[in-house]
């Protein structure tokens, strides 16, 4: 199997972007990323083209956003496809790119993760994420993804003992770290205080699905991300490796039941353990050599889990963890340095490729002052799709030179 | 790279199942691919799902197919992922799940490509297949999947003198096909007498978008099909292999302008030519290694057009072929035995798959009585996406025990 490098990334500003072309903004990303390693885009620039998004039918009226994108960047002939898989299509994306290039049917891929949600708002967007929820079993009887998180964390509370200001915790650190995060949507600090301990804090921090509040929700948000992977054995990666070298040493996904009604356990995330033990035996590591993380807290309950379930914490720890800081920049094991989806946004099929792309972002030693985790090695991403019920775990490492 | 066969494969009847649920009758067509290799579900049943779909989030009101599929299929915690390239998304499926056993990263791979188009038609079936279509620059003013055919169904008969007799005996070969084909959306026998020449043939073949009639385009349908992908070096090949061996022996897909307007030649279709020529570098064969072909008739003027950009025919002379039989079942080239998307019809996520499980089926000399084609070594499929922007082409190859 080739070794396969990340050698470009890109981003847009995450946030309202609502009056521009989904295709437009993922181009945004792809530029970003060809430019990043000098590449100029042109018909013979990448050997495929992977499209990541979920809601380009239903929201803004467009498929075949893939071969839209490659005749949008002037890539064409170049092969494209489309990577669907919920919350979880950007990673999925990479890791279908990955396997292009393992297996010598491809050098160079871009895979560029993209949303416009903003074009459906309140009930509407609810209305669309609910889409990933089983039809007759769940959605139907009134179930929302909001839902599910506010009987997970009321579950997680009564059996751990966890509290709402470790909870809150985690959402504090997110919008400290997103603040220097030029791309993050909200960058607004706020304290423990300010959402939590009194009725004034309770007032500016509602009751979304009891006892999740809205500081413990993502925002709906437009953005797009791309990463540049390409063949670490092949002569173009010395032409484009024009920054410390990064590599995906572990990916791999996983499904769990679709209705979390047949889970024995619904605490028990499978899909995140089964496909983040298949990563870390890939990349040969354990959870004690990952330096950093970026978990997918669309609610904050989740980096929480998450965390627990990759091994980072005991289960039933992180919460004290977070309030206690060690998952700030600082700390021993951060979390989310990105600002997480919590703070940094959300736009569901550009999070996975975003979260790699903070990944190689730290691994390379150029996040923004501040927000630079300390001499990183290996990085985890945990990229969640529905409610848990299909999972993609990236690792990635710095190489030596 | 290593060698990927097709061990099992299985279809559902293509026509209405606007009452059964997406994933339900992919399901179907999964168990069935299951089935044809003696292979039971179960957690460990296969390495890899990959779903292909194009309407599942605007027809249906459901995404994260791949999940939902798994789970209801009780493969979980197998890795599942959908590929969506609008109307080639089957054939796109197929390429990556080569691509991840070629890889390494895979054994055994399930591609299930369905739609359930039924629930929308007349004019709402139309408007969601021109969510294919540049949103500005095309739709929006008016243009149509069926309007593009129409036009370029004129300009090939102005330059290369194609007769509307000519156009109609291809969909009398087809539906001639799909009466053998127990799959097969519409068994109607039709004449040349019955729908060219008179009055009478007019009125029942009206125009659509002139010069394209009636029995020059697909109906719209619902169905699913699936193939099961198997490394052939593999210990599970072994088991698995309980047919002729039939191996994927060159896949390749290529991207075209998204606008039409943009090429120089409206009539050259380059994404074909281009998936079509590194299948053929890929499988080292030519257009004359070829003993039968399923062509992307989507309008039956394309069956025409794309036996002509693979090499098939000289440019402008598949009609004069067509009405001499030259693509019959028993005559030179056989060109969709299957009946075809214009008589099997057309459930888009599914076509891709279909057609190669037709290939498949073809190989191994296991096609319905009258319908075989006579001792084939190499089959090729194409499938088209948008107008012609993305497209796959796929070359199966018998290989001798």
Avoid: W
């Avoid at 929201?59 to 994108?69: D, F, M, P, Q």
């Avoid at 354990?286 to 998450?306: G, N």
């Amino acid at each position: 199997m080739r070794q396969v490098a990340i050698v470009g990334i890109g981003h847009t500003r995450f946030g309202k972007h609502a009056d521009r072309r989904l295709v437009d903004l993922m181009g945004e990303a792809a530029l970003a990323a060809m430019s990043d390693c000098e590449l100029s885009p042109g018909p013979a620039a990448v050997d495929q083209v992977l499209a990541a998004n979920m809601g380009g039918g239903i929201v803004n009226h467009e498929t075949g956003i893939a071969s839209a994108l490659a005749s949008t960047l002037n890539l064409t002939p170049v092969p494209a496809e489309l990577v669907e898989n919920g919350p979880a299509s950007g990673a999925s994306a990479v890791k279908l790119g990955h396997a292009m290039i393992a297996g010598g049917m491809a050098e160079t891929v871009l895979v560029v993760g993209g949303e416009i949600m903003k074009a459906v708002s309140g009930s509407r967007a609810t209305d669309f994420v609910a889409t990933l929820l089983h039809p007759d079993a769940e959605y139907t009887v009134g179930v929302t993804l909001p839902a599910f998180a506010g009987m997970f964390t009321r579950l997680y509370m009564d059996r751990y003992g966890l509290t709402e200001r470790q909870l809150a915790a985690v959402a504090v650190k997110d919008h400290d770290n997103a603040l220097l995060n030029p791309y993050a949507h909200l960058h607004k600090q706020v304290t423990l205080k300010d959402i939590c301990g009194s009725p004034e804090a309770e007032q500016k921090n509602p009751l979304v699905a009891d006892p999740l509040r809205l500081y413990g929700v993502c925002p709906v948000s437009d953005g797009a991300a791309a990463v540049l992977l390409c063949a670490a054995d092949s002569l173009r990666f010395k032409a484009l490796n024009t920054h410390p070298t990064v590599v995906i040493s572990g990916i791999a996904s996983a499904t769990d039941t679709h209705c979390v009604q047949d889970r024995l356990d619904p605490l028990i995330l499978n899909a995140v353990r089964n496909s983040a033990e298949r990563a870390y035996r890939m990349a040969e590591l354990t959870p004690e050599d990952i330096s950093f993380a970026e978990l997918h807290d669309a609610f904050v309950i989740l980096e929480l889990a998450i965390a627990e379930e990759i091994g980072l914490f005991a289960r039933g720890t992180a919460g004290e963890a977070a309030i206690a800081g060690e998952t700030a920049i600082d700390g021993s094991i951060p979390i989310n340095p990105s600002g997480g989806l919590k703070a940094k946004g959300h736009p569901l099929g550009a999070t996975g490729v975003s979260q790699i792309y903070e990944l190689v972002k730290q691994l390379r030693g150029e996040a923004e002052p501040g927000r630079q985790v300390n001499n990183p090695l290996h990085g985890i991403a945990v990229n969640f799709g529905g409610f848990g019920n299909n999972v993609v775990t990236t690792i990635c490492s710095r190489e030596e030179p």
